[in-house]
């Protein structure tokens, strides 16, 4: 074997064992991190969000919803509340969250206490974080997940609260690739008033459609409290847009809009399970429905 050979098999070995370093290390990442992110990845004021590593698609991007629910737009002095994060996607099976909530001053307030196996705490010099444990990933749940946490609101003069999360549905293929990344913020103004639910009415509400399962059309419907603009659309179970049928101004009350299972290039959509969103001022609603031809 002459020297051009013998550097040629070098330079090859060589950018192999490289790609295999690559590799492993971004698997060992994704592994790492099931445990729980690193700090300050919720978006808060000075921090980023997990799209540095999960970069395959832009903030926010996906048909998900990231949410927490428990407390309305204020908080009474000294009350724990019980809180819980919801997070769904249509193409994630595995999960991870973090969260941390911070007073005018940009540090902690108030402190929060683990409730359950899926979830842990851990500080720094100037905020608290709770994020999601190995087993709180729940890898190989489909549809949506949920955290509980408890807050412990402060004592009273210490203004007002804000909740940053950042949420990843990921597809549980043990890397980086192909994650929605998701990011919310809720304030809350300190009052004196009970933390019980405010009832309120949505401006918008999608309703469920009938007949479902369905063969060879549907109906869609959604109620509206105000006229708004109002986009309706149809997606595959993998994200991709199959027709739009809604896009511009509705007035108040009820309105219907038919499927016939046909794409906007009026293809025959094969048997299978589809997603319609309904996007009206604040709100955003995304339902299922099943196609059996």
């Known amino acids: 074997m002459n020297t051009k050979i013998k550097i040629n098999l070098k330079r090859t070995w060589v950018l192999v064992i490289c790609l295999a370093l690559v590799l492993s290390l971004n698997v060992g990442l994704a592994i790492a991190y099931s445990g729980g992110p690193p700090n300050g990845r919720t978006n808060a004021p000075g921090?980023?969000?997990c799209t540095a590593c999960h970069s395959?698609?832009?903030?926010?991007?996906?048909?998900?919803?990231l949410a927490v629910s428990g407390i309305e737009s204020t908080y009474e002095a000294g009350q724990t509340y019980d809180l819980t994060v919801s997070l769904d996607d249509p193409s994630a099976s595995r999960w991870g969250f973090e969260?941390?909530?911070?007073?005018?001053?940009?540090?902690?307030?108030?402190?929060?206490?683990?409730?359950?196996?899926?979830?842990?705490?851990?500080?720094?010099?100037?905020?608290?974080?709770?994020?999601?444990?190995?087993?709180?990933?729940?890898?190989?749940?489909?549809?949506?997940?949920?955290?509980?946490?408890?807050?412990?609101?402060?004592?009273?003069?210490?203004?007002?609260?804000?909740?940053?999360?950042?949420g990843n549905a990921a597809n549980g293929n043990f890397n980086t690739n192909g994650d929605r990344i998701y990011a919310i913020s809720q304030s809350w103004s300190e009052d004196n008033i009970s933390a019980a639910p405010v009832q309120s009415v949505a401006s918008a509400v999608l309703r469920q459609n009938y007949p479902n399962p369905f063969n060879p059309r549907?109906?869609?419907?959604?109620?509206?409290?105000?006229?708004?603009?109002?986009?309706?659309?149809?997606?595959?179970?993998?994200?991709?847009?199959?027709?739009?049928?809604a896009n511009g101004l509705h007035g108040i009350g009820q309105h219907?809009?038919?499927?016939?299972?046909?794409?906007?290039?009026g293809l025959a959509v094969p048997s299978g399970t589809y997603y319609y969103r309904m996007q009206a001022g604040d709100v955003?609603?995304?339902?299922?429905?099943?196609?059996?031809?």
Do not use: C
């Not at 549907?218 to 049928?245: N, P, W």
């Not at 219907?256 to 290039?265: I, K, P």
């Not at 955003?284 to 031809?293: A, D, F, H, Y």
């Open 47 to 49: 921090e980023s969000t």
């Open 284 to 293: 955003n609603e995304t339902r299922s429905m099943t196609l059996v031809r």
């Open 218 to 245: 549907t109906t869609i419907a959604f109620d509206l409290k105000e006229t708004q603009m109002v986009r309706l659309a149809i997606y595959s179970l993998d994200g991709r847009l199959v027709k739009h049928l």
């Open 99 to 166: 969260l941390t909530i911070i007073g005018e001053d940009g540090q902690a307030i108030g402190s929060l206490t683990d409730v359950s196996s899926h979830t842990q705490i851990s500080s720094t010099a100037t905020r608290d974080y709770l994020k999601q444990t190995s087993a709180g990933s729940q890898n190989g749940t489909t549809g949506g997940v949920t955290w509980p946490l408890r807050w412990n609101a402060p004592e009273t003069g210490s203004g007002d609260a804000t909740i940053y999360i950042a």
């Open 56 to 65: 395959s698609f832009p903030l926010n991007s996906g048909l998900g919803t």
């Open 256 to 265: 219907e809009f038919h499927w016939d299972g046909l794409s906007s290039q």
